[in-house]
Nanobody, 123 residues
Framework: QVQLVESGGGLVQAGGSLRLSCTASGRTFSMYAMGWFRQAPGKEREFVAAISGSGGTNYADSVKGRFTISRENAKKTVYLQMNSLKPEDTAVYYC?????????????????WGRGTQVTVSV
């Protein structure tokens, strides 16, 4: 089972930026799609962005134009660049692996999860 470790969360003012990183263990990172999800208190976990093994990307409507997902296979790392942050982006952000390679939007499609990193956006 792969291990995923997120980093880069923190406190930022509205309009600011953060970059999240997720580093994976194992040898076959490039084969898998990777996704970012988030969960705010009292809310369900929701899809944010995904990137396929071939580099195709998919975004939730709420983050399109503001967030960018990318991957660096040599470092077994996926990134989430978050710009123009809003208070409603406040949540714990999780990195996850989609074994299909497609980068699907349902959390049920992902088989490995990190522990999450807190992002807090103040007004």
């Amino acid at each position: 089972q792969v291990q995923l470790v997120e980093s880069g969360g923190g406190l930022v003012q509205a309009g600011g930026s953060l970059r999240l990183s997720c580093t994976a263990s194992g040898r076959t990172f490039s084969m898998y799609a990777m996704g970012w999800f988030r969960q705010a208190p009292g809310k369900e976990r929701e899809f944010v962005a995904a990137i396929s093994g071939s580099g195709g990307t998919n975004y939730a409507d709420s983050v399109k134009g503001r967030f960018t997902i990318s991957r660096e296979n040599a470092k077994k790392t996926v990134y989430l660049q978050m710009n123009s942050l809003k208070p409603e982006d406040t949540a714990v952000y999780y990195c996850a692996r989609d074994p299909s390679g497609y980068g699907r939007t349902s959390y049920r499609s992902y088989d490995s999860w990190g522990r999450g990193t807190q992002v807090t956006v103040s007004v």
